[in-house]
């Protein structure tokens, strides 16, 4: 089945600098990526995602990047803000047309410092 | 986007009491339901995948006849947690599946159920 690793666990970044954090998977079938952010004592929620057909998908200071051929794929945040502090996830899976579940990276926790 | 609403958000039971969740897509039909629990500080577990109309797929090492899942609806699935112990504390998640003729296999999940087993 697929296995997802996410880098680093934890990640401290100054206001307004950046923070990226990547991901591998193993099964070369899955075509879906999407990045969950989860605050304390919440349920995920989607921030952004991709599909295998493209390599580079961006909205405002989100962007996600595949490399399909390495089976890599990150996230970047640009000036980042405090409210950008949770628990970041990303997973993968076969998507669209398949009853497969999402398979998800083990979260990055992200701090941002004011 | 998508809602789906989870209830209750938190839950306090005394242990060997049955407690059951309520996971529910607001706006949209969910022929697939998807029950995750999440300790802390780690990701989330799947444990099982619900289908409308039919007996929910559990992962190995989930108990089915503990965690009792139903579907019996195109927006509710129910998570039972039967005779709950200390050990079951943790954060459940419910996630669906967006339909709407096609498949674009992105879910939304809800906002947890915090089970606190004394």
């Known amino acids: 089945g697929e296995n997802v690793e996410q880098h680093p666990s934890t990640l401290s970044v100054q206001e307004g600098d950046s923070a990226v954090i990547k991901c591998t998977y193993s099964?070369?079938?899955?075509?879906?990526f999407p990045w969950y952010k989860q605050e304390l004592g919440k349920g995920p929620q989607l921030i952004i995602d991709?599909?295998?057909?493209?390599g580079e998908k961006k909205d405002q200071r989100i962007a996600v990047t595949l490399n399909k051929t390495a089976k890599h794929f990150s996230l970047h945040i640009t000036e980042t803000q405090p409210e950008d502090s949770a628990v970041y996830f990303c997973?993968?899976?076969?998507?669209?047309?398949?009853?497969?579940?999402?398979?998800f990276g083990s979260g990055t926790q992200l701090t941002v410092l004011p | 986007g998508a809602v789906v609403s989870q209830h209750p958000s938190w839950v306090i039971c005394k242990s060997g009491t049955s407690v059951k969740i309520e996971c529910r897509s607001l706006?949209?039909?969910?022929?697939?339901m998807f029950w995750y629990r999440q300790f802390p500080k780690q990701s989330l577990m799947l444990m099982a995948t619900?289908?409308?109309?039919?007996?929910?797929?559990?992962e190995q090492g989930v108990e089915k006849d503990k965690f009792l899942i139903n579907h019996a609806s195109l927006t509710l699935s129910t998570l039972t947690v039967t005779s709950a112990h200390p050990e079951d504390s943790s954060f459940y998640i419910c996630?669906?599946?967006?339909?709407?003729?096609?498949?674009?296999?992105?879910?939304?999940f809800g906002e947890g159920s915090r089970l606190t087993v004394l």
């Open positions: 619900s289908n409308e109309g039919s007996k929910a797929t559990y």
């Open positions: 099964d070369s079938a899955s075509n879906y």
């Open positions: 996630s669906a599946r967006q339909w709407s003729g096609r498949d674009t296999g992105e879910l939304f």
């Open positions: 706006d949209f039909q969910a022929t697939t």
């Open positions: 991709i599909r295998s057909n493209v």
């Open positions: 997973a993968a899976s076969l998507g669209a047309g398949s009853a497969r579940q999402l398979t």
